[in-house]
């Protein structure tokens, strides 16, 4: 329960307005892998020393292995978030966990003690495929009470996947979607409910993308190439846009957090671009590509390199706009002020295959930047380095004997810009069970992809 | 001599041999006996487990995740491969030197794709890869 007396309710805040003024954020979780790596030991959940006043600033302090080997953890959300701001009967407490291998959810308690997460539940994967037909869990959000989870496959590793429902006790209700539509593939999904819309977005088919990218199955439409707007209350595909070569291979979904706003986002990795759309007046849903990072060639590789823009995400005031180039090695930070047009503000390097940021502040780094978490005050954008074990073993070898990292990046939410922070830097190739690999993060108090108002 | 079982020789665990039931996954028979192995999906839809075959024959049927390069150098799924025969395998890791591949630097020829997607290899076309 929430004991605050100054707080009449739930978790997270009354707007976004109001989540930009909470206290910053002194821990992260972020998951660590091991497989992959040779390294026959579960992944674990670390939790990492974000305050700068403490003396194990910027060091993992503890880590939660999971119960097996081979979950391949990869996002995780709160059982609750600022959906439920109204219910004083929720709480943020835990972190679902999913192995996107194993279908395995871990339920893990981060309130009791928040530098020390213990494992409160699993809900082991056969259970879920048994039970829905669906497996290789991925995105994680909290409808009011509820959960649903982007499950991207069936039971065999076929796409196209569905959502899953659970309750607040963890426990499956079933499948959450009414009618897929024709929906492809699944992946990312975020929803606005003040205009009764949810948006998902495609990756593929477990069985194609779990062993690592084969380019040419692009090709063969083993990679999605659409969005879907759902009629939120009906849980059914209402509007499914094809994106075409524009829209080769859509991920991470962000609508604005002002829930009023019809805007959202999504980057397509493959094509490099972002997609923007929004609600116009006549009511009809519209799309336009607003930002293309080109290819870039190599030297010694017949074909050119894309980006591959690995992850999107909004400022909590809905001004700029964050994503990685994985492969290149830059993050990009635009003013979307005007979201049809994008203001180029600021940009770093760390890593990639390009070659211009193999160090950064004295540090080597393996891998490109890839997943970020932004403070709820839009100042400190965390970065790790390792997108999915299969594909980092294709693209950056090196990562099984150097391990992933995580940077800081401060940015500058009056005027723009980005900088590496010099002092905070995670080297998870110095774990204690040998390198492990380091990706998505998540503040205690919410951060910039956790929370939605309705 | 019992028909069902085979013997199965890890070379890159100093050629360690273990006798195994030919009706179940390599997987679990070696797990059961000590010898430690990665593994993800548990249905052959990942390529974590992968080992490589040596010599003898085994049936992967339910393998989905390997693509006819993979398959070429000898790739196999041990969760989901069943020993036709004696066979000689490296497992993990250490065995995936050829496993993963820059798609941007090392693309696939049509013939090289998975095998539901992938066209006939080109009869006596000379390995030039």
């Not at chain 1, 003690?113 to 259970?127: A, F, R, S, W, Y």
């Not at chain 1, 490109?368 to 005050?377: F, N, R, V």
């Not at chain 2, 797990?31 to 487990?49: H, R």
Request: aromatic content about 10%.
């Amino acid at each position: 329960m929430n004991d605050d007396l100054t707080s009449c309710c739930g978790p997270g805040y009354a707007s976004p307005a109001e989540a930009m003024k909470a206290p910053r954020e002194k821990l992260l979780y972020t998951v660590a892998l091991y497989i992959g790596t040779g390294i026959q030991k579960p992944d674990y959940l670390a939790t990492i020393d974000a305050d700068p006043d403490s003396p194990t600033y910027s060091q993992v302090i503890s880590r939660l292995e999971m119960p097996g080997i081979g979950d391949e953890l990869h996002h995780m959300g709160w059982n609750a978030c600022s959906s439920c701001f109204d219910d004083a009967n929720m709480e943020r407490r835990y972190l679902i966990v999913p192995g996107v291998r194993s279908s395995n959810l871990h339920i893990i308690d981060c309130a009791t003690d928040p530098k020390n997460p213990t494992l409160h539940k699993v809900i082991n994967g056969d259970e879920i495929k048994a039970k829905t037909d669906l497996s290789a869990p991925h995105t994680i959000h909290c409808l009011g009470s509820d959960i649903i989870i982007s499950m991207l496959g069936n039971a065999k590793g076929e796409a196209p996947g569905g959502f899953l429902h659970l309750n607040k006790d963890f426990e499956i209700v079933g499948r959450w979607e009414n009618d897929l539509g024709g929906m492809k593939f699944n992946y990312d999904f975020w929803y606005q409910p003040r205009h009764n819309v949810m948006v998902s977005s495609e990756w593929a088919a477990p069985n194609t993308f779990m062993p690592g990218f084969d380019l040419e199955e692009v090709g063969h439409l083993k990679y999605g190439r659409e969005l879907h707007f759902w009629d939120f209350k009906e849980k059914k595909v209402d509007k499914t846009f094809y994106l075409g070569e524009d829209g080769l291979v859509p991920l991470e979904v962000r609508f604005h957090h002002d829930p009023d706003s019809s805007h959202g986002f999504v980057g397509a990795a493959l094509s490099s671009n972002i997609i923007h759309w929004y609600k116009k007046d006549d009511g009809e849903w519209f799309w336009e590509k607003i930002i293309d990072v080109e290819n870039q060639p190599h030297p010694n590789w017949p074909i050119p390199i894309p980006g591959l823009i690995s992850v999107i995400l909004l400022s909590m005031d809905d001004r700029y706009l964050y994503f990685c180039n994985w492969l290149h090695g830059d993050i990009r930070q635009y003013d979307i002020t005007d979201p049809s047009n994008p203001k180029f503000t600021g940009q770093v390097w760390m890593g990639g295959l390009l070659g211009k940021a193999p160090e950064v502040n004295g540090r080597k780094v393996t891998g490109g930047p890839q997943m970020i978490q932004l403070s709820l005050d839009g100042k400190r954008l965390y970065v790790t380095t390792s997108l999915f074990s299969t594909w980092d073993n294709q693209f950056y070898p090196e990562i099984r004997e150097n391990g992933g990292c995580m940077v800081m990046v401060n940015c500058d939410p009056e005027n723009g810009g980005m900088e590496i922070d010099k002092d905070f830097f995670v080297d998870f190739g110095k774990e204690p069970h040998g390198p492990a690999r380091c990706h998505e993060t998540r503040y205690p108090g919410g951060d910039c992809t956790s929370d939605i108002w309705i | 001599m019992d028909t069902d079982t085979v013997t199965i020789t890890v070379a890159n665990r100093g050629n360690e041999q273990f006798t195994v039931d030919r009706r179940r996954p390599l997987l679990n028979s070696l797990e059961e006996q000590g010898v430690s192995l990665p593994y993800g999906c548990k249905y052959g839809g990942c390529i974590s487990c992968a080992g490589k075959l040596l010599s003898g024959e085994i049936n992967q049927a339910a393998a989905t995740a390997l693509n006819n390069r993979q398959l070429n150098d000898g790739y196999i799924l041990l969760c989901v491969a069943r020993p036709l025969s004696d066979c000689t395998l490296d497992v993990g890791v250490d065995s995936h030197d050829k496993l993963y591949r820059n798609p941007f630097a090392s693309p696939l020829r049509s013939d090289e794709l998975k095998p539901d997607i992938a066209t006939p290899s080109p009869i006596n076309q000379e390995t030039n890869s």
